[in-house]
């Protein structure tokens, strides 16, 4: 069973902190507790991700799609659409100070594979796949292109 939820919001600074809140409400009505490892790490990618396409998105973009999926195993699914065609780099930060490009490292470490799915002129959406503690991370991390 899956139970998947999707919600578009302004590219506004904004929609980051909405972002956050919808998705711990969406996992909170499917049971997942606000303190649950999986419930911080889903919140905490969609707020990295929603801030990526604030700060990189295209200029003339109103808004973009947030989704979180439930699965049946207990991980989740988050994915963020906007309409750029840019991809996403995963980048050495500089040091441990600095606070650029440290999103997509979080989604590295955070998710157990993560990916761009790319929708032609329609942009991009980028997603990650966070499988509960019990399910582990696995071995290997991957990143994929689609």
Excluded: Y
């Excluded at 956050?20 to 707020?47: E, N, Y």
């Amino acid at each position: 069973m899956l139970r998947r939820e999707a919600f578009r919001v302004p590219r506004h600074p904004a929609s980051v902190g909405f972002a956050r809140h919808r998705v711990r409400q969406h996992l909170a009505t499917w049971g997942h507790g606000k303190d649950d490892a999986i419930t911080q790490d889903v919140v905490l990618l969609a707020s990295e991700l929603a801030a990526n396409v604030v700060r990189h998105g295209p200029i003339l973009e109103r808004e973009f799609e947030i989704s979180v999926t439930a699965r049946a195993d207990g991980s989740c699914f988050i994915a963020v659409s906007d309409e750029s065609h840019e991809q996403p780099v995963l980048q050495t930060a500089q040091s441990t100070d600095d606070e650029r490009s440290r999103g997509l490292h979080l989604v590295d470490q955070l998710a157990q594979t993560w990916g761009v799915r790319h929708r032609g002129r329609n942009g991009k959406t980028v997603w990650a796949l966070v499988s509960t503690p019990a399910h582990g991370p696995g071995p290997a991390r991957r990143h994929r292109d689609q």
